[in-house]
T-cell receptor, first 115, second 110 residues
Framework: DGGITQSPKYLFRKEGQNVTLSCEQN?????MYWYRQDPGQGLRLIYY???????QKGDIAEGYSVSREKKESFPLTVTSAQKNPTAFYLC??????????????FGSGTRLTVV | GQQLNQSPQSMFIQEGEDVSMNCTSS?????WLWYKQEPGEGPVLLIA?????ELTSNGRLTAQFGITRKDSFLNISASIPSDVGIYFC??????????FGEGTQLTVNP
């Protein structure tokens, strides 16, 4: 079955360490996104990529980095520069064309906790 | 960036009751989407709306794309305990990005 997979589900990081969250999709979607979700808040866009080897900053990109070397993969690195990294991180993808594909498909999320 | 105002923030209802939530924006959107998120999971698309005035149903869910293109509502009829979750609206005005509302937390008491 096609889908979008995030791993790991839970991640613990010590302060000062970088950590990379994985996002893989087999939907042949062109665009991929990373969102951050904090309790009681909506989804805030970190980075997005509309095509391989290209990506743009979202609304809260500081302290994060991404790469898009393959269409299927869009890993997110949370760096030590991110002041408050504890959050629920969601990856999403969308086909590049067609009105019926405007909706995003989301992964099941990674909960990152800084200890 | 664009902002969506979603209300109410939370709802506590009895099983069997109907539910209504809405989103408004100061900007025009070409597409409105409604998602449901269950605890510890990613949001799942419920309904997509593509034309102003469009009314679309998905089982007990009904959503409408406002005539002004600046608002949308979602109704849930005869709620059941598994309707519990966070409901998000999202709008798209062009390009690749969606703008999300802050969500409505729905609790259904059996």
């Amino acid at each position: 079955d096609g889908g979008i997979t995030q791993s790991p589900k839970y991640l613990f990081r010590k302060e000062g360490q970088n950590v990379t969250l994985s996002c893989e999709q087999n939907l042949n979607h062109d665009a991929m996104y990373w969102y951050r979700q904090d309790p009681g808040q909506g989804l805030r866009l970190i980075y997005y990529s509309q095509i391989v080897n290209d990506f743009q900053k979202g609304d809260i990109a500081e302290g994060y980095s991404v790469s898009r070397e393959k269409k299927e993969s869009f890993p997110l690195t949370v760096t030590s520069a991110q002041k408050n990294p504890t959050a629920f991180y969601l990856c999403a993808s969308r086909s590049g064309t067609g009105q019926a594909n405007y909706g995003y498909t989301f992964g099941s999320g990674t909960r990152l906790t800084v200890v | 960036g664009q902002q969506l105002n979603q209300s109410p923030q939370s709802m506590f209802i009895q099983e069997g009751e109907d539910v209504s939530m809405n989103c408004t924006s100061s900007s025009i959107f070409n597409t409105w989407l409604w998602y449901k998120q269950e605890p510890g999971e990613g949001p799942v698309l419920l309904i997509a709306l593509y034309k102003a005035g469009e009314l679309t149903s998905n089982g007990r869910l009904t959503a409408q794309f406002g005539i002004t293109r600046k608002d949308s509502f979602l109704n849930i009829s005869a709620s059941i305990p598994s309707d519990v979750g966070i409901y998000f609206c999202a709008g798209q005005s062009g390009g690749s990005r969606l703008t999300f509302g802050e969500g409505t937390q729905l609790t259904v008491n059996p």
